[in-house]
């Protein structure tokens, strides 16, 4: 991931900045007192808004069993949430305010990769961290210093498994769309890194994905007559693009991003137009504690991998904080990984506990519900496994052999 | 390639023809109070979601709802017309046409506030395209250009037939004379707005029916709409019309070299070149 | 929230600069121009891409945003100098939105919907949290200067041929003034003036992306310029500072009016921008130029009673 110039790069950077840090923080990162401040920066509306009410469920549900349990480091904990509207400009006036205004120690759950790219350097700026969601690889590959982790497999790891659909199934032609987004190169290029020397023929298209009829683009793909497709946008471009390609009676299997291909998808798109649709999904940690937790926690039968990450969020950030002894964006780039790598220690699933055992000076794992929560150098997630849905009958079936 | 171009041509004259309905409401406006109503595009979305609420939540068909879509855009227009723009008649073309941006903003504003921003479908079934050969067209494109086709010949009866549409042209052609004749003047600004408003509601409507609808809807085609009535001529119904379907046809067939994203910059290249060139336009008269 | 005030004020004086710019083109020189957002997305992109890409000096940006736009906005005067208010209107309209697409599409050039973000803001290091007051006080110190030269070019002779043109270009011309010459200076001016409102922007925001630049916010410039006085160099700024510091209030509304989402809040803002503007337009009975105009018309087209 990157090259090791950057890597060293950014291993050079967070040194500096850790051993420069105490002498030039602003002196209110030291306050003692006051409540411990963190956000959330969740789309309530635009693409990502089926995800983020969840997140915001989730922060929360964590933030109020905490408080209950006496909060961190002997302080409440003070939740804030703003909607990013899956804009990048309404984003980064968002964060202004929580950073600004809110002082907040973290920004969590950022979903969608532009707004992430937008609001990092603002957090890296204000010393505060950022547990994303967002999944772009050049995100991690800014100079953040630190200040950025996610739960969420890079893109360039999604975009393997579309490639290893494709070979799979034994495609000739496979036809890439997706609106432009900071990944959407490095995806196409992935897959066709991946394909090509295969033999199989790769055609791509970036469209605007705030159009309402994709009907051009799909009569140019009609033309190519390709056997696969890839759907690679969010939820509202899928839905138009699905529909477009059930009108011109696209006859192949197509495939997606299970953030884009969701069961609103499904209402928005109709029966017919969704039906057979493949898509790549990230295994949330299914047999883990943490997520049977979390299903009891938000009192729902079912989780997808976004309200985990959003649950791993807030426990990663409240723990690490308690662990640095400070409630800052530095306390947490600091101590994450201390809590989250280590894997010969104690696991624990949920911060209440962890808490305990921070205040009791034992070591501990946090093992999540999203998945194994460990980190590499520059914030992308290790060791992730991916699964294939299908849309049948209208209803999406988790991992089919495909 | 060839096939290409009649597929592309068959597109832009389908959309073409709805575009100009659009364009007429613009160019009406235009003939009868001589400036340009900017909020011709809000009244597109009027038109769409009033359309959306008799069809989703009334159960209409989408014939009938067209109809409530004509009637709720021009009473929109009617009364947004009095209450904000009326007060600033005598005033400069340019001052009414900012009111009309502003105007616009506000209907826009109050939609969202309404509905929210998100995309939202009419109750009609999807329905793949009819193929013909090496031709494919959707049923929707077809019936939008029907019911297009079909307001504009009654809009077009209705002008040249009627008293009422005889003393309208009559106040286009020339106010003094028109009210001298002892023609309302009034009477026939509101009838034009009405009108007018009521033909962009269709419009709004008609692309909400091929694709959602959204308080955007008629401000993503409004260079479009402009471009129709500008090239066509402003102020002359006819040329509306076939502004309308040159616009149409000229956004699709730059499929050939452009990407679809720069549709509404052919709109605009359009009206800069009629603008330098014969600022009045195909069937315009000359300005005043 | 001290912090949050520095940024509105910072915001406001920004918008003071375009509305100071409008006012060259259309108060002065009485080309309404529709399109001044393009402009403004002009220079933030010319100073962004200098200095992200090309990593040059950010003062060097700053002058490369104000004279490619006042490059641009010359040739684009060039087009549409001869329309009519209301086509000039259109087509001012029809640029910016030309130029917003462009920028979403060509992403190899503007990187498009994604962006462009880490734009340097001057002596960031240096100054560490201090930055943000000390950037406020630089767009002042800018917004005053430019204030007094435009002061100045009002009441030079420059200033008073711009006038006569705007008032009859006709009889201006025949008075022997090259009015072509006139209008495309007048518009570099204001175009030099919205690029470095652009500049301005990238520099304090460190991020810049189409969608920015939309008609709400010509028409919160318009709102600017109308309620402040249009001809009226202090009153473009006045009014700029004014609206900025009302619709930002707004945004508090949310803690006040819990049962409106932040959309319908969103909206709500915007509608009060539109009325602002309709309120304005009614209550300045002088209409849109400093000094009554003249129009030549015959009886009144359309309505003819009194309201």
Not at chain 1, 337 to 347: F, G, W
Not at chain 2, 98 to 118: D, K
Not at chain 3, 113 to 136: E, M, R, W
Not at chain 3, 161 to 187: H, M, P, Y
């Amino acid at each position: 991931m990157g090259n090791s110039f950057i890597t060293r790069r950014g291993a050079l950077l967070t040194g500096a900045a850790t051993i420069a840090a105490p002498f030039v923080m602003p002196s209110s990162a030291f306050s003692q007192s006051g409540p411990v401040k963190v956000a959330g920066l969740v789309s309530l509306t635009g693409g990502g808004s089926p995800f983020g009410p969840n997140s915001k469920l989730a922060h929360q549900a964590v933030v109020d069993e905490v408080n209950a349990a006496g909060g961190v480091l002997g302080r409440k904990v003070e939740y804030l949430a703003e909607d990013d509207a899956t804009n990048p400009e309404a984003g980064v006036r968002a964060a202004r305010k929580l950073i600004d205004v809110d002082k907040t120690a973290a920004i969590m759950s950022v979903w969608a990769s532009a707004v992430g790219n937008a609001v990092l350097p603002l957090c890296w700026e204000n010393k505060v961290m950022m547990l994303a969601i967002a999944a772009a690889d050049t995100i991690a590959e800014l100079p953040h210093q630190g200040y950025f982790v996610r739960t969420q497999p890079h893109t360039a790891l999604q975009g393997e498994q579309f490639a290893a659909f494709a070979i799979r199934n034994k495609s000739q032609h496979f036809y890439l769309m997706m609106p432009q987004t900071p990944f959407t190169e490095t995806v196409f290029k992935g897959i066709r890194a991946l394909c090509e020397p295969k033999g199989i023929k790769i055609s791509s298209v970036i469209y605007d994905a705030k159009k309402t009829s994709f009907r051009s683009e799909v009569d140019e793909m009609m033309r190519a007559a390709p056997d696969t497709v890839m759907m690679g946008g969010y939820q509202p471009d899928d839905i138009v693009l699905a529909k477009d390609l059930f009108r011109a009676s696209y006859k192949g299997k197509v495939i997606g991003f299970a953030y884009g291909v969701t069961p609103q998808f499904i209402d928005g798109a109709g029966k017919d137009a969704a039906e057979n649709i493949y898509s790549i999904e990230p295994v949330p940690a299914g047999g883990s504690t943490a997520y049977a937790r979390l299903k009891a926690l938000v009192k729902k039968d079912a989780l997808d991998t976004y309200i985990c990450q959003a649950y791993d969020h807030v426990n990663l950030a409240l723990l690490a904080m308690a662990k640095g002894g400070e409630a800052s964006g530095t306390a947490i780039r600091d101590n994450i990984r201390k809590i989250a790598n280590n894997d010969a220690a104690m696991k624990v699933d949920n911060a209440v506990d962890g808490l305990k055992a921070i205040a009791a000076g034992k070591e501990i794992k946090y093992a999540g519900a999203s998945g194994p929560c460990k980190f590499s150098d520059i914030g992308n997630i290790i060791e992730v496994t991916f699964r294939v849905n299908q849309i049948k009958d209208g209803k999406i079936v988790e991992g089919v052999q495909a | 390639m060839i096939e290409k171009i009649i597929q592309l041509s068959l597109n832009g004259l389908m959309a073409g023809a709805v575009l100009a309905v659009p364009a007429i409401g613009l160019t009406m406006i235009y003939a009868v109070l001589r400036f340009v109503n900017f909020s011709v595009a809000a009244h597109m979305a009027v038109g769409a979601y009033a359309g959306y609420m008799l069809n989703t939540w009334l159960r209409l068909s989408a014939w009938l709802s067209v109809a409530g879509a004509f009637v709720a855009a021009g009473v929109a227009g009617i009364a947004t017309d009095h209450v904000a723009l009326r007060p600033l008649r005598g005033y400069s073309a340019l001052t009414i046409a900012i009111a009309s941006i502003a105007l616009n903003l506000m209907i826009e504003s109050a939609l969202r506030f309404t509905f929210g921003g998100g995309p939202r479908d009419y109750a009609i079934p999807l329905r793949r395209d009819w193929t013909f050969g090496f031709l494919h067209v959707g049923p929707q494109q077809v019936e939008n250009a029907a019911i297009a086709t079909i307001a504009m010949t009654i809009l077009f009866a209705f002008l040249m037939l009627t008293i009422t549409g005889k003393a309208m042209r009559a106040v286009a052609d020339n106010p003094m004379l028109a009210d001298s004749k002892g023609i309302d003047p009034d009477r026939m600004a509101r009838l034009a707005v009405g009108i007018g408003m009521g033909l962009a509601g269709i419009g709004g409507m008609l692309v909400g029916l091929d694709t959602s609808v959204d308080p955007l809807v008629g401000f993503r085609a409004i260079l479009s709409v402009f471009a129709a009535a500008v090239v066509g001529g402003l102020g002359s119904v006819p040329g509306a019309v076939i502004g309308g379907l040159a616009i149409g046809l000229s956004e699709e067939l730059s499929l050939l070299a452009l990407p679809a994203t720069y549709k509404s910059a052919i709109g605009f290249l359009a009206i800069l070149v009629v603008l330098t060139l014969r600022p009045r336009g195909l069937l315009g008269a000359k300005a005043a | 929230m001290t912090n949050y005030l520095i940024a509105m004020a910072t915001f406001a004086s920004i918008y003071a600069i375009l509305a100071l710019s409008l006012n060259v083109m259309w108060g002065m020189a009485g080309m309404v121009n529709l399109g001044i957002v393009g402009f403004y997305a002009f220079g933030a992109y010319i100073s962004a891409l200098l200095t992200v890409n090309a990593h040059a000096p950010i003062a060097l940006g700053f002058l490369a945003a104000m004279l490619g736009t006042a490059a641009i906005a010359a040739l684009v005067t060039l087009g549409i100098m001869r329309l009519r208010d209301d086509y000039l209107a259109i087509v001012t309209l029809g640029f910016a939105e030309v130029v917003r697409i462009i920028a979403e599409n060509e992403i190899w050039l503007t990187r498009g919907t994604d962006g462009i973000s880490g734009i340097p803001q001057p002596l960031k290091h240096v100054l560490g949290s201090d930055f943000n007051l000390a950037y406020l006080v630089f767009c002042l110190v800018i917004v005053a200067l430019t204030l007094f030269v435009l002061e100045r070019v009002r009441t030079s002779p420059f200033g008073r041929v711009l006038r006569a043109i705007r008032e009859d270009a006709q009889v201006a011309a025949f008075a022997g003034k090259d009015v072509l010459k006139f209008k495309v200076k007048a518009f570099a001016i204001g175009g030099a003036l919205a690029g470095l409102a652009g500049a301005l922007y990238a520099h304090y925001t460190s991020y810049i992306v189409p969608e920015i630049y939309v008609p709400l916010l010509t028409i919160y410039i318009f709102l600017s310029l109308t309620a402040g006085g249009i001809g009226n160099n202090f009153g473009a700024v006045i009014g700029a500072f004014v609206v900025v510091f009302c619709l930002e209030s707004t945004r508090f509304l949310i803690g006040v009016i819990p049962w409106l989402s932040a959309e319908q809040l969103a909206a709500l803002r915007e509608f009060l921008v539109g009325l602002g503007l309709l309120l304005v337009l009614y209550f300045r009975p002088r209409g849109l130029m400093p000094e009554p105009l003249p129009k030549l018309v015959g009886p009144s087209r359309g309505a003819r009673s009194p309201d």
